[in-house]
């Protein structure tokens, strides 16, 4: 089997465009990656090369790019209600493609840093990147989390401190705020986890803690992530949708005592959500009290129904 023949038979089997990313996740799945004749390290890489060059130079290529963030492969002449493609004997019939996005899941993390004891009730706030300043293209790619948190002392969840323990850590510079940094994916295995994971460095290096957040997650990446963890300090959570209390910290992030306020200055200089994330910290602070709108920590009614309508669950 070749890269193109490889495309062809998951694209039919999804009926759905794809990624080459995707294509390889969906192949890799089915197993098909074995039969495929190649010793590269990058396959997912070699086949959106050959793809992007079969439909750039070759008019009659079977493929189409629709699409632009990111750009998807279809093939011509194909319906989106129904496959042409006849399954083999031992390639599944059926790939399920999800319909929800990575921002449908945020909730569900909000949901889950109020009641893990690690972040013992932190707010959190979701950062809209299409809120940030137009910038050229590049500029300000990797500089966005998806979401950040906050933990304040004074509103821990899972142990009342005595006023003047409060007082004492603001006086005396003891953490009794520690400030989180969020990034979410749907799925990370062997294919993406570096991708996703210097992502969520990019993002989250100015935070006290940083972590890469998924909803699901092959085993085999978690000694990697562990490797990448003691050199760069970026944690890794798993999600789960139908217990949310059985979400982990698959991989603890290294605690930075200090804040990286550069990183800090010009991500609120481009997005007003973090300046405003920001501005209710310092508001909050003064008062000791949580008065400030952070997204809101859904009800256990509310939040399966949620998971539910969108598929999640």
Same mark, same amino acid.
């Given at each position: 089997?070749?890269?193109?023949?490889?495309?062809? =038979?998951?694209?039919?089997?999804?009926?759905?465009?794809?990624?080459?990313?995707?294509?390889?996740?969906? #192949?890799?799945?089915?197993?098909?990656?074995? =039969?495929?004749?190649?010793?590269?390290?990058?396959?997912?890489?070699?086949?959106?090369?050959?793809?992007?060059?079969?439909?750039?130079?070759?008019?009659?290529?079977?493929?189409?790019?629709?699409?632009?963030?990111?750009?998807?492969?279809?093939?011509?002449?194909?319906?989106?209600? =129904?496959?042409?493609?006849?399954?083999?004997?031992?390639?599944?019939?059926?790939?399920?493609?999800?319909?929800?996005?990575?921002?449908?899941?945020?909730?569900?993390?909000?949901?889950?840093?109020?009641?893990?004891?690690?972040?013992?009730?932190?707010?959190?706030?979701?950062?809209?990147?299409?809120?940030?300043?137009?910038?050229?293209?590049?500029?300000?790619?990797?500089?966005?989390?998806?979401?950040?948190?906050?933990?304040?002392?004074?509103?821990?969840?899972?142990?009342?401190?005595?006023?003047?323990?409060?007082?004492?850590?603001?006086?005396?510079?003891?953490? #009794?705020?520690?400030?989180?940094?969020?990034?979410?994916?749907?799925?990370?295995?062997?294919?993406?986890?570096?991708?996703?994971?210097?992502? #969520?460095?990019?993002?989250?290096?100015?935070?006290?803690?940083?972590?890469?957040?998924?909803?699901?997650?092959?085993?085999?990446? &978690?000694?990697?992530?562990?490797?990448?963890?003691?050199?760069?300090?970026?944690?890794?959570?798993?999600?789960?949708?139908?217990?949310?209390?059985?979400?982990?910290?698959?991989?603890?992030?290294?605690?930075?005592?200090?804040?990286?306020?550069?990183?800090?200055?010009?991500?609120?200089?481009?997005?007003?959500?973090?300046?405003?994330?920001?501005?209710?910290? &310092?508001?909050?602070?003064?008062?000791?009290?949580?008065?400030?709108?952070?997204?809101?920590?859904?009800?256990?009614?509310? &939040?399966?129904?949620?998971?539910?309508?969108?598929?999640?669950?």
């Amino acid at each position: 089997m070749n890269f193109y023949e490889l495309a062809k =038979q998951i694209i039919e089997e999804t009926n759905h465009p794809l990624s080459p990313n995707e294509i390889w996740e969906k #192949a890799v799945e089915l197993g098909l990656d074995k =039969q495929l004749n190649t010793k590269g390290k990058t396959p997912w890489a070699t086949l959106g090369a050959r793809l992007y060059t079969n439909v750039r130079d070759n008019p009659n290529s079977i493929f189409e790019v629709v699409g632009k963030n990111p750009k998807r492969f279809w093939l011509k002449n194909a319906s989106t209600n =129904q496959s042409s493609f006849i399954s083999s004997n031992n390639v599944p019939p059926v790939i399920k493609i999800e319909k929800f996005t990575e921002r449908d899941l945020h909730p569900l993390l909000v949901k889950f840093a109020d009641s893990f004891f690690h972040f013992r009730g932190a707010k959190l706030k979701t950062i809209f990147h299409e809120n940030s300043l137009k910038q050229k293209k590049g500029y300000n790619k990797w500089i966005h989390p998806d979401l950040v948190g906050v933990y304040f002392s004074f509103n821990d969840k899972f142990r009342e401190y005595e006023k003047v323990i409060i007082d004492f850590q603001n006086d005396f510079s003891i953490t #009794a705020t520690k400030l989180f940094s969020f990034e979410l994916k749907i799925k990370v295995d062997i294919s993406n986890l570096r991708e996703h994971y210097f992502q #969520a460095v990019s993002n989250s290096s100015w935070a006290n803690e940083g972590y890469l957040v998924t909803l699901k997650l092959d085993e085999e990446v &978690i000694e990697e992530a562990r490797r990448l963890a003691n050199s760069f300090g970026i944690g890794l959570i798993k999600l789960d949708a139908e217990n949310i209390e059985e979400g982990q910290i698959v991989v603890p992030a290294t605690f930075r005592k200090e804040v990286d306020i550069d990183s800090m200055d010009r991500l609120a200089s481009e997005n007003k959500d973090f300046a405003t994330f920001l501005q209710n910290i &310092i508001d909050d602070k003064k008062i000791k009290k949580v008065n400030s709108r952070y997204d809101k920590v859904m009800e256990d009614s509310e &939040i399966y129904k949620y998971l539910k309508d969108k598929g999640i669950k």
